[in-house]
């Protein structure tokens, strides 16, 4: 095999361990991403600790329900007009690649309105789980430097998947540290 063959492999292989390191948050648990029952996604996101590398998986009848990703002005005034992102399928596995807050919405008309939209605020990855991404921080909002530093200071043991996670990190870690090795 080439060189470039193996790289792609690895860059495959880390891409697919990477993915493999977050939990999985059901949007709405058992009711989904819907209208019915009045669901209250803001308990939902109430409860639940989210943490950048983690996934928030929205289920739904892809003909009456879609999801956007939008801007806090527009899941404030529910305008579909401009999605930062948009999912279609009915199952969607969103990565939640940033800390600070995401904003999802239905763009099917009244839907939002009718309560179809959540906030999520994702903290940064926890330091119990390594994580393969860049270490880009976002830039403290108001510039005050001594309450992002009193804030990583905190990390809340969560009732999360972590330990598989990190286990399976930890295998995929050998696996590319032994591919590397016939690489170079
Ligand atoms: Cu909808």
Known sequence: MERMDMLVALVVLLGLVGTSTGAVYKVGDSAGWTTIGNVNYGLWASKNKFHAGDFALFTYNKNFHN???VSKADYQSCNAASPIATYATGNDSVPLKTAGPHYFLCGFPGHCAAGQKVEINVQKASSAAPSMAPAVAPAPASGDESSSATATATPAPTPNKNGAA??????GVGI?????????
């Open 67 to 69: 999801l956007l990703e």
């Open 166 to 171: 990190s286990t399976k990190f930890s295998v």
């Open 176 to 184: 590319v540290l032994f591919l590397a090795s016939l690489c170079f």
